[in-house]
């Protein structure tokens, strides 16, 4: 699995640390949610299907532990790492009894967080890589916490097309066969976006970004998500 495959979540309440890690993350390859606060991570929609969180256990209002708590028990599958200056022996089995994969002590370089996240993301399992699901027989779309959506004859075409593509990218003309559309017609453009948008919209009600489908101006389309077809 490549970096640019894993999402993060980021939950640190020292605003300048946050962002030289949120940074550090993004520069190498990371997809980055970061937050300040439990309770603002608990809000973000996409935060509990991130892959691996890593979190502050001393946090303003509701502590790290409690969060990770939250996030094993709306994605058992997520991975844990928790950053803290609280050491002792006594500090690290709570930690690890609230769910952590690794405690990892304070300061610590962005090359060796880098370095526990491979490690861990290597031992995760499999599909904890993976953002939907999508069963050929149903036409079922879903996530890791089980949500889940119907999707029509079309888009179920358009999502495998995409999904089996060379970088999951498509042109037009190349979505226009796999729809049966006439790839000369001058509103195929047009008739493509109200289509690939019927299939975003259906995405997002499974709580993926708006943006898994990403318009390549004047190519066609790109799917920006991992899919498991099963």
Not at 112 to 139: G, M, Q, T, Y
Request: net charge negative; hydrophobic share 45%.
């Amino acid at each position: 699995m490549s970096e640019k495959s894993l999402n993060l979540l980021l939950v640190e309440d020292h605003l300048a640390l946050r962002e030289v890690l949120a940074e550090s993350l993004v520069d190498f390859g990371y997809q980055v949610r970061a937050f300040e606060s439990a309770e603002d991570a608990l809000v973000d929609e996409l935060a509990e299907s991130c892959h691996i969180a890593i979190l502050d256990v001393n946090l303003p209002g509701e502590d790290g532990l409690y969060l990770a708590n939250q996030l094993r028990l709306k994605n058992p599958r997520i991975g844990i790492i928790f950053l803290t200056v609280r050491n002792q022996v006594a500090d690290r089995l709570s930690g690890y009894e609230a769910g952590a994969d690794l405690y990892l002590p304070k300061p610590i370089s962005p090359d060796e967080l880098h370095a526990a996240i491979k490690a861990l993301s290597r031992r995760l399992p499999i599909d904890a890589n993976i953002d939907v699901f999508f069963n050929l027989f149903s036409s079922e779309l879903s996530n890791a916490q089980n949500d889940s959506v119907i999707l029509s004859d079309e888009e179920s075409r358009l999502l495998i097309a995409l999904s089996q593509a060379a970088k999951q990218q498509l042109e037009f003309w190349e979505l226009a066969e796999s729809l049966g559309l006439d790839v000369e017609n001058i509103n195929l453009r047009t008739t493509l976006e109200k289509r690939i948008s019927r299939l975003r919209k259906k995405l997002t009600q499974i709580n993926q970004s708006s943006t898994s489908i990403k318009s390549i101006r004047g190519v066609g389309y790109q799917l920006t998500l991992s899919i498991k077809l099963q």
